[in-house]
């Protein structure tokens, strides 16, 4: 008889005993298989707190673990290492090693928000997962994932210029992630649309990629935003106690 | 039915001006043909999309109520917003202000420092362009003013997340009969109806098309279109009506991808909503744009004798 739940287990914490004699009784064979003994020393204390610092982390401590979020979750249902539910319980009891093994997949949430519908305890996941993944950047353990990449290119944009130019946004982040710009399947689609669209519409949109759209008189409020992003980098490396980073501009 | 939304202030958004062009083309030759008077906002800025959130919270609520703000010095009490993510946006700002000491805080000093009055909540409120047409007009206006029946016409609708998730941003919704719902939305079911559409039992109304990761996670993306393709094809549905242009790009370009990239054709057509009801109304396919979407759904139309 195998134990029936070793399939829960992971193969490197199964230990399987060729011959096994306990106490004077030989178990060799079907009682032979042994769940390896952890003793876990390493908890992150300060885990919990850190992550509750950055924004969309702040009431994680809410959650009672009902597995509502993980219940609904879109990605989880196309890849069921993707849960929510698991890495907020890591985090709360401050079990890093454990939560770092799916550090290159928790970027991955869509912020679908049914999790955060879901939610009894207005633990707000969705922010979570966020909090999460930015913790996981700013403490070096995952390079900046491509949503976050194309987060930047997007937000710089807007805080530039009040407006964003979609075709610009594509450009820029297909080039700071080093992608060729003409992947099949965009080429055949625009292909589809050129051959439909007027000249005149054409033209339009040919000088929005050189003309930026822009919101008029948009320079004190640059100015005022730069300033809170700084802000707002500076203290959330604070709540990590990470050293200040020089300024990047 | 009451018509206090009947000259509302328009917020067409980003998108709205680059890929959506379709759907902006389209509100605006559906609310002349049903005459609803629009201004659009002036000299708006992005509401911070689904991206500025993940940089900081508050700068996109601060963003999105710049435009409130824009609103009412012009002396409007109702913004009216097309896409799902800005309506989403605009929603959230006006909640978080009046919810959220810290928002607020932030949303004074940043606003004060720009050099425009703050948006304080309860003056002016955001609806969607579904309920801009639905409180103007309702269903038995649009009845009576169907020129060319959308018949035969076979539609799955589509609301995408960001119409109905998270509910506590949306207070009017899920308040009985005649409210909207968060778990099963109908607003866009029962215009599309009134035009004369078979709406068909879609049971991913509400499901996410990956539109937030929709070029940095593509695979992700192109299996959660593919999902509503093939569930829309399956229900029977000739058209996925659309109401956001996130979601409605998004599901072009996957449908496109999904073809080259893992050998799935789909044959089911995407339109907005607006382009349906602009095309029940008499307006030709071209006057709401059906010639800018990247679906190409000419045939279908001429075929169901539309536009």
Redesign the interface.
């Known amino acids: 008889m195998p134990i029936h739940e070793k399939s829960l287990i992971r193969k490197e914490n199964l230990v399987t005993h060729e011959r096994l004699t306990l106490e004077g009784v030989d178990v060799s064979g079907d009682w032979s298989t042994f769940i390896q003994p952890r003793v876990i020393t390493d908890y992150n204390e300060a885990m919990q707190d850190e992550i509750a610092a950055l924004?969309?982390g702040e009431a994680i401590h809410r959650c009672w673990q009902c597995g509502s979020c993980t219940n609904a979750c879109?990605?989880n249902a196309?890849n069921s290492d993707f849960n929510p539910r698991y890495w907020i319980y890591l985090i709360r009891i401050g079990l890093e090693s454990e939560l770092l093994r799916d550090k290159d997949i928790i970027w991955?949430c869509?912020?679908?928000?049914?999790c955060?519908?879901a939610c009894p305890r207005d633990v707000n996941p969705e922010?979570v997962m966020?909090a999460t993944a930015h913790w996981l950047e700013l403490k070096g353990h995952t390079p900046p994932?491509?949503?976050?990449?194309?987060?930047?290119v997007?937000?710089e944009q807007?805080f530039e210029h009040?407006?964003?130019?979609?075709?610009r946004v594509?450009r820029r982040?297909?080039a700071r992630?080093g992608q060729a710009l003409r992947q099949?399947?965009?080429v055949?689609?625009v292909k589809?649309?050129v051959s439909?669209?007027?000249v005149s519409?054409l033209i339009r949109?040919g000088l929005?990629t050189v003309i930026e759209?822009k919101?008029?008189?948009?320079g004190?409020?640059r100015?005022?935003?730069a300033?809170?992003?700084a802000e707002?980098h500076a203290a959330d490396r604070r709540a990590l106690s990470l050293p200040a980073e020089e300024s990047k501009r | 039915m009451s018509s206090q939304n009947s000259k509302v202030a328009y917020y067409p958004g980003c998108a709205l001006e680059g890929t959506g062009s379709a759907y902006d083309r389209s509100t605006r030759a559906v609310g002349k043909a049903l005459g609803l008077g629009i201004e659009e906002l002036e000299n708006w800025n992005c509401c911070g999309a689904m991206e500025v959130k993940n940089i900081d919270p508050k700068l996109q609520t601060y963003l999105s109520a710049r435009n409130l703000s824009i609103a009412e010095k012009m002396g409007h009490t109702t913004v009216m917003a097309p896409c799902n993510g800005c309506y989403h946006n605009l929603k959230k700002a006006e909640y978080d202000l009046a919810h959220d000491l810290a928002s607020v805080e932030v949303n004074e000093r940043l606003s004060a420092k720009a050099g425009h009055a703050a948006y304080r909540p309860g003056k002016v409120t955001t609806i969607h362009a579904l309920d801009w047409i639905r409180d103007a007009i309702g269903e038995d206006g649009i009845k009576a003013r169907v020129r060319n029946s959308l018949s035969g016409l076979k539609i799955a609708n589509y609301y995408g997340c960001m119409y109905t998730r998270p509910r506590h941003i949306f207070p009017e919704k899920d308040k009985g009969p005649g409210s909207e719902s968060t778990s099963k939305p109908h607003f866009m079911d029962d215009l599309l109806a009134a035009a004369g559409a078979q709406n068909v039992d879609y049971p991913l109304k509400t499901a996410c098309c990956g539109g937030a990761h929709t070029l940095s996670d593509s695979d992700t993306s192109t299996r959660l279109v593919l999902n509503l393709l093939t569930t829309a094809e399956a229900c029977g549905a000739d058209v996925i009506a659309t109401e956001c242009p996130t979601c409605h790009t998004g599901l072009e370009m996957h449908q496109a991808r999904a073809e080259k990239v893992l050998g799935k054709k789909t044959t089911v057509k995407i339109l907005y909503f607006t382009q349906l009801l602009g095309m029940a109304l008499g307006l030709s396919a071209r006057a709401v744009g059906v010639h800018e979407n990247f679906s190409e759904s000419r045939d279908l139309l001429r075929e169901k004798g539309l536009g």
């Open positions: 924004p969309g879109t990605i196309l991955q869509v912020s679908c928000n049914k955060t519908y922010g966020k994932s491509p949503a976050m990449v194309f987060d930047e997007f937000s807007v009040g407006r964003i130019e979609d075709g594509l982040f297909f992630t099949d399947w965009l055949a689609m589809g649309l439909r669209l007027p519409l949109l929005a759209p919101t008029r008189g948009w004190p409020a100015a005022a935003i300033e809170y992003v707002r």
